[in-house]
Each structure stands twice: as structure tokens, then as C-alpha cells.
């Protein structure tokens, strides 16, 4: 009714329902798709998103009349120990909100993800959060080079994935950030590895060819992920 001009276009699709074949299989029923679930359906999504934004609006609506209260009911200095809520909901709000107010932040998630007694997802939120910062303020990557050593591999891992949002700095920065990564190409933990060439390619970072040649070898091409990664690293840094 809104929109009389799309009514031809619509009847394309629509007027007659389109025969569904099964590829590579003569002997298989055709299947109308006006049964069951309409497979190739070229207007589909846009009904979908037209059938939703009322819905997403009313969502909005009551996000934003609820906000005020929520941040009155959290104050900044509570939220740090949010981080490590059971729920992962809360955390992710937790930190989206320490975001929200600003570079002050910062030093919040340095001290969280720092080595303390924080817990291990405390740590992560708060290594998740200082890279969202690390964007407006390099010198924030340094936290994130520090925290490559740590005895927590799943730290280690992290941190190095972090370290791929500085693909923008300089030259000399990047070389920086760059250099303690390449011992964590050997590390034992498989997750560091793959992050750790992962980073080193999106860093450019021509002096890992060696290391990431050894990955791949040493790889043998058991671990698809590893495998991947390693491809990946040598592509984006040489």
C-alpha cells in the first residue's frame, strides 16, 4: 500500500511459485517453493527486516528510557569488579560502559588486566576493553606487549589478538609491538600461536617469514586452524 510502484517488481517473484531442483540429482522430486520453507526467496530478507524494525524500534525505545536508571544504579567504581560476573551479559555491559565513559577508563582496565588476583575473564574484558582504547591512544598498546609473557596462556592469547587493532601506526611503533610477538609463534599453547601469526600479518611484519615458515612446517599440516594461520601470516606480512 506504501509502495505501488514495487507491486510489478514483487509479482516477479511472487506471481508464480519457482520450481526447486536438487542439484546433481536427475531422479529427485521438484519442489514447488510455495511449500515449506521458501529456499532462494529473493525478497525473503527484506520482508524480514521490514517485519522486524517496529519491533527493534519498540527494543530501542525502552533501551533508552532504561539507561539513565542503569547508570545511576552503576557507578564507575563498581563496574571494574563486574568484569568477572558469571554472567557474560553483564560483563560485556560492564565493559561497554567503562568504554562509554571515556579514556579515563584506561586506567581501570590496566590495572584489572595487569598479572593480580583479578579473574582470568575479568582479565580478558579488560584486555578487550584497553584495545578499544588502544585505538585513540597508542601508547596503550605498550599494557598490551606486556602482557605477552604472562603465565596464563589464554592472557598471552588475547593480548597478541588485541595487538592487531595497531595495524595503523607508524613503521618504528609497529616494529615495536612486533618484536616480542615472534617468540610466541613457538609458544606451547596452539591458541597463542595461531594469534600471535595472525597479529604478525595484519602488522605487516616482513621479519616474521622465518618463524611463520617454521609454524607451517613444524605443523606438518595436523592443525587446520594453526595451518590457517600461519598461511594467513605469510600472505599479509611479506
Same mark, same amino acid.
Given at each position: 500500500?506504501?509502495?505501488?510502484?514495487?507491486?510489478?517488481?514483487?509479482?516477479?517473484?511472487?506471481?508464480?511459485?519457482?520450481?526447486?531442483?536438487?542439484?546433481?540429482?536427475?531422479?529427485?522430486?521438484?519442489?514447488?517453493?510455495?511449500?515449506?520453507?521458501?529456499?532462494?526467496?529473493?525478497?525473503?530478507?527484506?520482508?524480514?527486516?521490514?517485519?522486524?524494525?517496529?519491533?527493534?524500534?519498540?527494543?530501542?525505545?525502552?533501551?533508552?528510557?532504561?539507561?539513565?536508571?542503569?547508570?545511576?544504579?552503576?557507578?564507575?567504581?563498581?563496574?571494574?569488579?563486574?568484569?568477572?560476573?558469571?554472567?557474560?551479559?553483564?560483563?560485556?555491559?560492564?565493559?561497554?560502559?567503562?568504554?562509554?565513559?571515556?579514556?579515563?577508563?584506561?586506567?581501570?582496565?590496566?590495572?584489572?588486566?595487569?598479572?593480580?588476583?583479578?579473574?582470568?575473564?575479568?582479565?580478558?574484558?579488560?584486555?578487550?576493553?584497553?584495545?578499544?582504547?588502544?585505538?585513540?591512544?597508542?601508547?596503550?598498546?605498550?599494557? @598490551?606487549?606486556? $602482557? *605477552?609473557? !604472562? #603465565?596464563? &596462556?589464554?592472557?598471552?592469547?588475547? %593480548? +597478541?589478538? /588485541? =595487538?592487531?587493532?595497531?595495524?595503523?601506526?607508524?613503521?618504528?611503533?609497529?616494529?615495536?609491538?612486533?618484536?616480542? @610477538?615472534?617468540? $610466541? *609463534?613457538? !609458544? #606451547?599453547? &596452539?591458541?597463542?600461536?595461531?594469534? %600471535? +601469526?595472525? /597479529? =604478525?600479518?595484519?602488522?605487516?611484519?616482513?621479519?616474521?617469514?622465518?618463524?611463520?615458515?617454521?609454524?607451517?612446517?613444524?605443523?606438518?599440516?595436523?592443525?587446520?586452524?594453526?595451518?590457517?594461520?600461519?598461511?594467513?601470516?605469510?600472505?599479509?606480512?611479506?
Amino acid at each position: 500500500a506504501h509502495f505501488p510502484e514495487l507491486v510489478p517488481y514483487f509479482e516477479c517473484f511472487y506471481r508464480t511459485p519457482t520450481p526447486l531442483r536438487v542439484v546433481g540429482s536427475v531422479h529427485a522430486p521438484i519442489i514447488m517453493s510455495r511449500e515449506g520453507v521458501q529456499q532462494g526467496d529473493g525478497l525473503g530478507t527484506l520482508f524480514f527486516c521490514v517485519a522486524a524494525k517496529p519491533i527493534l524500534e519498540q527494543l530501542q525505545a525502552a533501551m533508552r528510557e532504561e539507561e539513565p536508571e542503569a547508570e545511576a544504579s552503576e557507578p564507575v567504581a563498581e563496574l571494574p569488579a563486574l568484569l568477572g560476573h558469571a554472567d557474560m551479559a553483564v560483563r560485556l555491559a560492564a565493559q561497554q560502559r567503562l568504554v562509554a565513559v571515556g579514556l579515563s577508563s584506561a586506567e581501570l582496565f590496566s590495572k584489572v588486566a595487569s598479572p593480580n588476583d583479578s579473574p582470568r575473564l575479568a582479565r580478558l574484558h579488560a584486555i578487550w576493553g584497553l584495545g578499544q582504547f588502544a585505538e585513540q591512544d597508542s601508547k596503550l598498546f605498550t599494557t @598490551l606487549v606486556a $602482557l *605477552l609473557g !604472562d #603465565d596464563d &596462556p589464554e592472557i598471552r592469547a588475547q %593480548a +597478541a589478538k /588485541t =595487538l592487531g587493532h595497531a595495524d595503523k601506526l607508524g613503521n618504528d611503533q609497529l616494529e615495536l609491538i612486533s618484536k616480542p @610477538l615472534l617468540p $610466541l *609463534l613457538t !609458544d #606451547d599453547s &596452539p591458541r597463542v600461536r595461531t594469534f %600471535a +601469526a595472525i /597479529t =604478525l600479518g595484519r602488522l605487516k611484519c616482513e621479519a616474521a617469514l622465518p618463524p611463520l615458515l617454521a609454524l607451517a612446517r613444524d605443523n606438518d599440516n595436523k592443525d587446520a586452524v594453526i595451518r590457517h594461520a600461519a598461511a594467513f601470516g605469510l600472505a599479509e606480512s611479506q
